[in-house]
């Protein structure tokens, strides 16, 4: 099967840096994603990384290294919108996709 | 251009009873896949539709099945529903010719049985 571990919970301020860990265990996928998700709301694509390496899209950037089964996310000068759920994804053959636990970050001024 | 849209936005339902819900994926789109979010949890993905067929399903019962109709709208059914049922359903679309297109999501109905 398919497993995704990230932290439960993160707290920053705003202007911060803060970065999401990902480890995952499957046997084969398409590549990794991003999802953000407001409270009550629906989950909106952040990045998706199909090869190994950083992806940068504004503030945000995402980075994937297959040999180590690892990823993170990586929010930059952080706004108090950005206090969401994010949910590391694996996009697996037939695009189902795999989403881990996801990580409450909570940003304070 | 819209979005994908979910119908209805709440449902209370019992236990046992039986229910509907309705998704429009977004335009252009051909693929609809159903996901359950129960609080505090990750989408779990239920099955894809695909040309008005269930094209992969995750780890559901019998009871949870869909349809998708011509026009790429689907639905998804639940029967003889269970206290656990209660969570959010989400729909999301996607073009199937990307195989890694990004998937946009509904948002959702929240679904409680009583």
């Known amino acids: 099967g398919q497993s995704l571990e990230q932290p439960s919970e993160v707290t920053a301020v705003e202007g911060a840096i803060v970065q999401i860990n990902c480890t995952y265990q499957t046997s084969g996928f398409y590549g990794l994603s991003w999802y953000q998700q407001h409270d009550g709301g629906a989950p909106t694509f952040l990045s998706y990384n199909g090869l190994d390496g950083l992806e940068e899209t504004g503030r945000f950037s995402s980075f994937l290294s297959r040999s180590d089964s690892y990823g993170y996310l990586l929010l930059q000068e952080l706004q108090m919108k950005d206090s969401a759920s994010y949910f590391c994804v694996l996009n697996q053959a037939g695009t189902a996709l795999i989403f881990g636990k996801g990580t409450t970050l909570s940003v304070s001024s | 251009d819209a979005g994908v849209t979910q119908s209805p936005t709440h449902l209370i339902k019992t236990r046992g009873q039986q229910v509907t819900l309705r998704c429009s994926p977004k335009?252009?789109?051909?693929?609809v896949s159903w996901y359950q979010q129960a609080l505090g949890q990750g989408p779990q993905f239920i099955f894809q539709y695909y040309e008005e067929e269930e094209r992969q399903r995750g780890n559901f019962p019998d009871r949870f099945s869909g349809h998708q109709f011509p026009n790429y709208s689907s639905e998804l059914n639940v029967n003889a529903l269970l206290l656990g049922d209660s969570a959010l359903y989400l729909c999301?679309?996607?073009?199937?010719?990307?195989?890694?297109?990004?998937?946009?999501f509904g948002p959702g109905t929240r679904l409680t049985v009583l």
């Open positions: 999301a679309s996607s073009l199937d010719r990307i195989i890694t297109d990004t998937q946009y």
């Open positions: 335009s252009g789109h051909d693929t």
